[in-house]
C-alpha cells in the first residue's frame, strides 16, 4: 500500500511562492508515524516544494489551515480524479466536516492517534467510513515521529520538531485552542527517549545545525513544572533547542537559567500588543507590559533569544497607537519583532462569535481570508483601510535591514553560552521575513476583496469547486 501524507500551503501573498523556513509543519511525519510498518509511506511540506501530482497512492492524506482550504480541495479533487482516496485531517476539518465531506473520501476530527490506524485498517478492507471521530488516547499514545523521512535537501534552514504537550492553559479570545483543547503533556522519558532513539539531524551548514530541534507545542510552559522536569532530564543530552511559551513563564529566573543550562537559545512569545487596551480585549492578561524590558535583559542575558510576534487590528488599537508602535518598539531597547500580523476570527473562536453577534464580520469572506494577514472584520477603532495601511507600513519598518542591524548590534554580546552568537546570527533573516506577506502590491489585504491564487482560481472553475463563503 502506498501512503502520500501532505501538508498543503499557500503564499500570504497569493503569489505562488514557498518560503522554507527553520520550523515547518510536522504533521507528516506524525502521520507517517501512525501509518502500519507494511505501508510506503511519502510526506510533502507544499512550504517546500510541489506536490508531484503526476504519481499514484492509494491513499492520500491532507493536513492544512484554514486559509489553504481551497487549495486543497484542488489537490484533493484532481488526485480523486486519477482513482485515489484523500482524507481530510486538521482544525478546520474538525471544524467544518460536512463541508469537508464533500471533497475528501474521509474525514477526521479530532486527535489522530486513535483515527488514523483505525482508518487506515479499514481503507485496507475496502471498508472505508466518511467520517472518523474517535475520542482523544490523551498524550501518551503520541507515537515517535517518522523523522527519517524529512527531506533536508528540500529545505536546508529545518529543524527536526517534537511534541512535548499539546493545548494550552490561557484562553485568548482569537486562539482556536481556547474552549476547544485543555492542557496535556507527555511523559518526559517518552519525548527524551524520542529526540535520543529517533531524531535525525539536520546536516546541512557544514554540521552546525546538526544537534538542534524545536518544540512544536503551542505553549510549552503550560505547567511550569513538567517544564522543569522536562529541562532537567535534557542537560545531560547536550542538545540545542527553541520552543514557544508564554510570557508569564519568563518571569521565573530561575526557570529561564535552567531552560538556557538544558540547551534552550530561542523563546518565542506571542506578545500581541504593546497597547494594555488590546490585550484586554484579547483576554491576554497573562502579559504583563511593565516587565516586558526587565525579562527581555534577563531572557538575553542567560543565553536565550527572545523573539515576539504582535498583531494590528484587535479592538484596543487606535491610529495613535498603530503610527507610534515603531517608537514604543525603539524605547524597548532589545525587544525582537519576528512575526507581525492581523488578528484574525478564526470560526471556532469566542472572538468570532462575538463579531458574529456584533455584525462586525466583513461581508463576503472566503476560508481563504481566515490566514492572519487579511482583515477579516470592522475594528471597534479604525476603518478596515486604515488597519491595512498600518499593516503594510510597520512590515515594512520592522522587517528592514538596520532594524537586523539593530538586532545583531544590541544582542551578540550579551551571552557568552555556547551556541547563543550563532542562533542570534542564524534570527536576522527571520525578522527580514516580516515583509514577505506584503510584497504583493496588487493585494488590498481586506477579506472579500482579494481573489485567490491564479492557478486555484484557474483549477476551481475547471473543476466547478466553489469556495468556502463565512459570512
Ligand atoms: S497563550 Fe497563546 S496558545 Fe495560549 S490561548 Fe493564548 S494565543 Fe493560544
Redesign the pocket.
Known amino acids: 500500500m502506498r501512503i502520500a501524507v501532505i501538508a498543503t500551503y499557500t503564499h500570504p501573498t497569493r503569489l505562488r511562492i514557498k518560503e522554507p523556513s527553520i520550523m515547518q509543519s510536522s504533521v507528516p511525519e506524525l502521520i507517517a508515524g501512525l501509518c502500519p510498518p507494511h505501508a510506503e509511506v511519502e510526506i510533502f511540506n507544499e512550504k517546500e516544494t510541489d506536490i508531484p501530482l503526476d504519481r499514484h497512492w492509494d491513499l492520500v492524506f491532507f493536513s492544512y489551515l484554514h486559509s489553504y482550504y481551497e487549495h486543497t480541495k484542488v489537490l484533493s479533487t484532481l488526485l480523486r480524479q486519477r482513482g485515489m482516496k484523500t482524507v481530510a485531517g486538521g482544525r478546520h476539518a474538525s471544524y467544518f466536516p460536512d463541508d469537508a465531506k464533500a471533497y475528501f473520501d474521509a474525514v477526521i476530527t479530532g486527535e489522530p492517534e486513535a483515527n488514523v490506524p483505525a482508518l487506515i485498517e479499514d481503507f485496507e478492507k475496502g471498508q472505508l467510513q466518511p467520517l472518523y471521530n474517535r475520542p482523544s488516547l490523551g498524550p501518551t499514545a503520541i507515537r515517535p515521529y517518522r523523522y527519517e523521512l524529512i527531506d533536508f535537501t528540500h529545505n536546508k534552514l529545518r529543524l527536526p520538531g517534537i511534541e512535548a504537550s499539546r493545548g ?1 492553559p ?3 479570545n482569537f ?1 482556536v ?2 474552549g476547544n483543547e485543555r492542557y496535556r503533556y507527555r511523559p518526559v522519558a517518552a519525548v527524551i527517549d524520542e529526540i535520543q532513539t529517533r531524531m535525525h539531524w539536520n546536516p546541512n551548514f557544514m554540521g552546525l545545525m546538526g544537534d538542534a530541534f524545536v518544540f512544536l507545542d ?2 510549552l510552559g503550560g505547567s511550569p513544572k513538567y517544564l522543569r522536569e522536562l529541562c532537567e532530564a535534557l542537560i545531560p543530552l547536550k542538545k540545542t533547542w527553541g520552543c514557544a511559551l ?1 510570557f508569564n513563564v519568563l518571569k521565573d529566573e530561575s526557570l529561564v537559567k535552567l531552560m538556557a543550562k538544558a540547551g534552550c537559545r530561542y523563546v518565542y512569545t ?1 506578545l500581541e500588543s504593546l497597547n494594555p487596551d488590546s490585550l484586554k480585549a484579547m483576554n ?1 492578561g ?1 502579559n504583563k507590559l511593565s516587565e516586558v524590558d526587565a525579562v527581555i535583559r534577563r531572557v538575553f542575558s542567560a543565553g536565550i533569544l527572545l523573539s515576539f510576534g504582535l498583531i494590528v487590528g484587535s479592538d484596543g488599537d487606535t491610529n495613535e497607537y498603530l503610527e507610534k508602535l515603531p517608537t514604543y518598539l525603539a524605547d524597548l531597547k532589545y525587544f525582537s519583532v519576528t512575526f507581525l500580523g492581523i488578528v484574525c476570527p478564526y470560526p471556532e473562536t469566542p472572538f468570532f462569535r462575538e463579531l458574529q453577534a456584533e455584525g462586525r464580520l466583513l461581508p463576503g469572506t472566503v476560508s481563504r481570508d481566515y490566514d492572519g494577514y487579511t482583515l477579516c472584520h470592522t475594528p471597534k477603532n479604525l476603518h478596515p483601510s486604515e488597519v491595512v495601511e498600518h499593516f503594510n507600513r510597520l512590515c515594512m519598518e520592522l522587517g528592514s535591514l538596520p532594524n537586523i542591524a539593530k538586532h545583531y548590534w544590541s544582542k551578540l554580546t550579551m551571552s557568552d553560552m555556547p551556541r547563543y552568537k550563532q542562533t542570534i546570527l542564524f534570527s536576522g533573516p527571520e525578522i527580514l521575513s516580516i515583509r514577505n506577506p506584503v510584497k504583493n502590491k496588487a493585494r488590498r489585504y481586506i477579506a472579500g476583496q482579494d481573489s485567490l491564487e491564479a492557478w486555484d482560481v484557474e483549477q476551481m472553475r475547471a473543476l466547478a469547486l466553489q469556495p468556502q463563503r463565512l459570512t
Open positions: 494550552c490561557f484562553t485568548c486562539c485552542l481556547t503551542n505553549n508564554t506571542g491576554k497573562q
